[in-house]
């Protein structure tokens, strides 16, 4: 059984850091690419980051590009999210998921966690 379980997710101000963790099971990490999307209230969901199987490409959205940065640790089957400079329209709950080819589209995922939520206020 697929398991992918977010943590790290709080409420903070504007400003202020986060680290999100995703911790994977049931797969070979090391054969997927990760990728976190997001979900604001009343909106889509959308791609943030995604980090290829050995790390060495990660795209980002460019809402997020230079604040935040994507990594993974295979021996852990773990994929982090450094969220830094968070603003309030960062606010939505935060979603890891694995896909076998690196993709910035979300139909491309084949497993999703249940998601975090990041509040942040002004």
């Known amino acids: 059984q697929v398991q992918l379980v977010e943590s790290g997710g709080g409420l903070v101000q504007a400003g202020a850091s986060l680290r999100l963790s995703c911790v994977a099971s049931?797969?070979?990490?090391?054969?997927?690419?990760m990728g976190w999307f997001r979900q604001a209230p009343g909106k889509e969901r959308e791609f943030v980051a995604v980090?290829?199987?050995?790390?060495?490409?990660?795209p980002y959205a460019d809402s997020v590009k230079d604040r935040f940065t994507i990594s993974r640790d295979n021996a852990k089957s773990t994929v982090y999210l450094q969220m830094n400079s968070l603003k309030p329209e960062d606010t939505a709950v935060y979603y890891c998921?694995?896909?076998?080819?690196?993709?910035?589209?979300?139909?491309?995922?084949?497993?999703w966690g249940q998601g975090t939520q990041v509040t942040v206020s002004s």
């Open positions: 980090i290829s199987k050995t790390g060495g490409y990660t």
């Open positions: 998921a694995a896909t076998l080819v690196t993709s910035t589209r979300e139909a491309a995922y084949e497993y």
């Open positions: 049931g797969i070979t990490f090391s054969r997927y690419a």
